[in-house]
């Protein structure tokens, strides 16, 4: 790929790198995508300790942090350097998933349990690296580059649901089925991973020389937000209406329904196909939201699914929330995917990667809210 994927790229090479993108995309969250769905594992092991909720609210953090001082230093920091210690963070945080299941025998505790969320904690700060760095570098490429990435991010949760609902098929009968389960998950996350970084070094875009902000007059980090503040705020709704929802209250909050032990499964799934299935959508320009009022309006009138989950869950049966669910994925892929793509262009190299940065920044504070909202559903209920 031409340094950058700068450079005029014919009809194949722009195919290329459109899946390089994607890989690149689904192996910056293939290892977390993969803690989340083995999360029935997790919930019969820690029982008490609301695994579905409290592993997502450690990542957020480290995450959310991480991508802070990685925002505020960017222009010293070598773009390069940086995703490829993350892909290699993401590697080594699901190798030890692994040993430390085959070192505990699969045993309960809270050791067992303060080691899996010292692990989710790395698993954000390797978000953190990858996934800033890269929707940064592909912010002034092409649009189609981002949206495959992008979908790329959508696409590992897709195959993790889907491989988990097999595995789940295939040991569900058997003794200690959920473990095997689980490893059979962590191997092929490993795999995954390994698979991601490869690809970055092999194929991953040279930008900073090409772009050295240090010889170019720029927008600081305050005006380029003031500038674009409304996208970083739609970003940061998209993902806390999600994120308050998903996967904590699909996982626990949804009652007992004749699907049984697959339910959670199920959703987690539908949530995940139907925003991969959003993130394409805006390849067709006539279904693609481009006005800023326009993506702000439909934002706000998001937030109309959380009283409809609550009612849902409430009287409603398992199909409807299968419906919902499916909604939930396909709007938080479609609009994540225009607000991202018609974010201001425009801007100079360094601009455009540091605006990318905050753009993300605002997207992991969207989680991090979510995920603590996320625990007000379990108000009356005790815990």
Not at 53 to 67: H, W
């Amino acid at each position: 790929m031409d340094e950058g994927y700068g450079g005029p790229l014919g009809l194949e090479g722009k195919y290329a790198a459109m899946l390089v993108c994607w890989i690149l995309g689904n192996g910056c969250l293939f290892s977390w995508n993969s803690m989340l769905t083995i999360e029935d594992y997790y919930v019969h092991l820690f029982p008490n300790y609301h695994p579905s909720r409290v592993l997502t609210l450690i990542y957020q953090p480290f995450a959310l942090g991480t991508l802070a001082v990685l925002a505020y230093n960017e222009a010293k920091i070598n773009t390069r350097r940086r995703n490829i210690f993350g892909y290699s963070l993401f590697f080594i945080s699901t190798l030890i998933v692994l040993v430390l299941d085959l070192a505990t025998f699969g045993k309960e505790g809270l050791g067992t349990f303060i080691g899996i969320c010292v692990i989710s904690g790395a698993f954000g700060v390797a978000d953190a690296h990858v996934q800033g760095g890269m929707v940064g570098d592909l912010s002034f490429m092409l649009p189609e580059l981002l949206q495959s990435f992008l979908a790329g991010l959508a696409a590992s949760g897709a195959l993790t649901s889907s491989l988990r609902l097999i595995t789940k098929a295939a040991f569900d009968n058997s003794q200690d089925g959920l473990r095997k389960g689980a490893t059979s998950e962590g191997s092929r996350t490993v795999a995954s991973d390994l698979v991601a970084g490869g690809v970055y070094k092999q194929e991953g875009p040279e930008t900073k020389n090409k772009h050295d902000p240090q010889h170019v007059e720029r927008l600081n980090n305050k005006e380029l937000l003031l500038q674009n503040i409304d996208y970083a705020i739609d970003l940061f709704m998209i993902y806390a209406v999600t994120l308050s929802i998903f996967p904590g209250f699909l996982s626990e909050d949804t009652g007992s329904h004749s699907l049984g032990s697959w339910y959670a499964l199920v959703l987690i799934a539908m949530y995940n196909m139907w925003d991969l299935i959003g993130r394409y959508i805006p390849l067709f320009k006539c279904l693609r939201l481009e006005s800023r009022k326009g993506l702000t309006l439909v934002i706000l009138l998001r937030l109309l699914l959380v009283p409809a989950f609550y009612f849902t869950a409430k009287y409603g049966d398992q199909g409807w929330m299968i419906v919902l669910t499916s909604f939930l994925g396909l709007s938080n892929g479609h609009l994540t995917v225009c607000v991202l793509t018609s974010a201001p262009k425009g801007y100079k190299g360094p601009e455009q990667n540091t605006l990318g940065n905050l753009l993300v920044m605002f997207v992991l504070g969207g989680i991090f809210a979510g995920v603590t909202l996320d625990w007000l559903w379990l108000i009356g209920k005790g815990w």
